[in-house]
């Protein structure tokens, strides 16, 4: 069976800090790894996916997710926190057997002080 | 092009009663998913439909059921409804579950609120 865990349902940072979210995975194989941000009162929104190749990938808003298998992690980061990145962030992971089903980590919700 | 689109936004319900919730695809999606989004259980998956064939299942009671039609629309529906069914249900769409960097597009999402 395959599993998310989201390091840290709550993380504060500084405005102007670096954003770091932790997730790690277990697969029996390589997974399709997904970050999705959610807004208040809004559907989830995707930030970045990994499939297959580079293992650094880089998605909108500036941040970006480095795929290690070794640690079977795919954390978020962003240099620079925005007022704006104020929400709740989920990572997900993604098989394809013979239909599509997607586990959702229990999501992280970042706070970003003045 | 359009998004996803969930109807109602929200809606208030007796408990015991049923109630349907609509979702629709982004326009040549055929894989509609079900999630169930509460504070203490997060994102749980319900099902998963293509081409008009429940593909995939969580684990949720018999209560809980839907359906694809040919249009690629889908409806759930719970009855006899409870409390704890009180949640935000959201539904995604994606292009073919046979495409290997498939990813899902959510809508907005249906707040239920059971009383």
């Known amino acids: 069976a395959q599993s998310v865990t989201q390091l840290g349902s709550h993380v504060s940072v500084s405005e102007g800090a670096l954003v770091l979210l932790r997730c790690n995975y277990s697969?029996?194989?390589?997974?399709?790894l997904f970050w999705y941000v959610q807004y208040p009162n809004q559907g989830l929104q995707l930030l970045l996916k990994?499939?297959?190749?580079?293992?650094l990938v880089k998605g909108i808003n500036g941040f970006e997710a480095e795929f290690k298998k070794s640690e079977t992690s795919f954390h978020l980061t962003k240099p620079s926190a925005h007022m704006s990145d104020a929400a709740e962030y989920f990572c997900?992971?993604?098989?394809?057997?013979?239909?599509?089903?997607?586990?959702f980590g229990a999501g992280t919700r970042l706070f970003v002080k003045a | 092009k359009a998004g996803v689109t969930q109807t109602p936004r929200y809606l208030i319900k007796t408990r015991g009663q049923q109630v349907t919730l609509s979702c629709s695809p982004i326009?040549?999606?055929?894989?509609v998913s079900w999630y169930q989004q509460t504070p203490g259980q997060g994102l749980q998956f319900l099902f998963e439909?293509?081409?008009?064939?429940?593909?995939n299942k969580g684990n949720f009671p018999g209560r809980f059921s839907g359906r694809q039609f040919s249009n690629s629309r889908s409806e759930m529906n719970v009855s006899t409804l409870e409390l704890g069914d009180s949640a935000l249900y959201l539904c995604?769409?994606?292009?073919?579950?046979?495409?290997?960097?498939?990813?899902?597009?959510f809508g907005q999402g249906t707040r239920l609120t059971v009383v």
């Open positions: 995604a769409s994606s292009l073919d579950p046979g495409i290997s960097n498939t990813e899902a597009f």
């Open positions: 697969s029996s194989v390589p997974p399709y």
């Open positions: 990994y499939t297959t190749g580079a293992t």
């Open positions: 997900a992971v993604t098989r394809n057997t013979g239909g599509f089903k997607t586990i």
């Open positions: 326009s040549g999606h055929r894989s």
């Open positions: 439909y293509f081409s008009e064939t429940q593909r």
